[in-house]
């Protein structure tokens, strides 16, 4: 009898709890409201989830306060990671300069899960932002340029895996988008253009405020990520924004995807996609650096929001 493959099922049980874990990590401390609004869980299950973690050790209630946090144990989940930040060495110089030239903050992720993750960025080298998003920061795959962008260009099987994922932990709130890439016509579309788009993002704080143009990045033959621009929705229409500035998100995409497949580092294999586990949290900056970065004075900007060139 021949053996059909099928892609693994997630346990919803262990996927939330882990996503509770995370949003208490980044949060630093937090109550049940909050934690239960970040995880978009039900406040019950996110109460037994948070329980459960301090009976295991990972999270404790801060003395005289109703607010949770990370314990040190939670440093043995990371034990056996083997750091990988070529992606991030790579890009961060043409990060750099596709600010001071497009003079918006770029970002590189990868994905996460069912998730994307944030690499790299240059919030802290422009004034034209709402929010500084840090390394460690995710964002939903299906609702992000740079999530559809990963999604058009991986591996069948990858993008199926992922979309069951995001079908176990989401249910039927992301069917229609779910649908929608199944169906490929979408991701058709962004394979031809060599980009992808998302307006007005929802996952941004605040909601609703910045859209984005991204592009993928590969290492050698398979996708490992996307490079994004982040920009005001009000500050210009997005087919305004795509003849602006999509080619030059394209090409330094292909930029950084040459570097990757050239240049040797530690002989790091270049056949294996670096979003893929192996690359998730290889930071190449503290919290800490990207703060006082951010404190530091800035070089005036000029603003060019109203232009349509």
């Not at 003079?103 to 990868?110: D, G, K, S």
């Not at 997005?238 to 580092?265: D, F, T």
Request: hydrophobic share 35%.
């Amino acid at each position: 009898m021949e053996e059909t493959k099928t892609s693994p099922i997630p346990i919803r049980a262990i996927t939330r709890g882990l996503e509770v874990l995370r949003i208490i990590s980044f949060g630093g401390s937090m109550n049940m409201a909050e934690i239960a609004r970040s995880s978009r869980l039900p406040y019950p299950t996110v109460c037994r989830i948070v329980n459960t973690l301090v009976s295991d050790g990972y999270v404790e209630r801060e003395p005289a306060r109703k607010r949770f946090r990370v314990t040190g144990l939670v440093q043995s989940l990371s034990h056996g990671f083997q750091n990988d930040s070529r992606l991030v060495e790579v890009s961060r110089s043409h990060l750099v300069r596709l600010t001071k030239t497009l003079e918006w903050p770029m970002i590189v992720a990868t994905r996460l899960g069912s998730s994307m993750i944030v690499r790299d960025g240059t919030h802290e080298l422009t004034s034209l932002t709402l929010s500084h998003y840090y390394p460690g920061f995710t964002f939903p795959i299906l609702d992000s340029a740079s999530g559809r962008a990963y999604l058009a260009y991986c591996s069948p099987e990858e993008r199926e895996a992922c979309l069951r994922g995001i079908e176990v932990v989401e249910g039927s709130d992301c069917k229609h988008a779910i649908n929608l890439a199944r169906k490929h016509g979408d991701l058709e579309k962004i394979r031809q253009d060599g980009f992808a788009t998302r307006d007005r993002n929802s996952f941004t704080s605040p909601p609703g405020k910045n859209s984005s143009i991204a592009a993928p990045i590969f290492n050698g033959s398979e996708v490992c990520g996307a490079l994004a621009l982040v920009f005001f929705a009000t500050a210009m229409p997005m087919k305004a924004a795509i003849e602006r500035y999509a080619s030059e998100i394209k090409e330094g995409a292909k930029a950084i995807s040459k570097e990757l497949r050239s240049e040797k580092n530690g002989g790091a294999s270049l056949d294996r996609p670096l979003s893929v586990g192996r690359d998730t949290f290889g930071l190449n900056r503290s919290r800490a650096q990207h703060e006082a970065m951010a404190r530091a004075p800035r070089q005036p900007t000029t603003v060019r929001i109203g232009q349509t060139g």
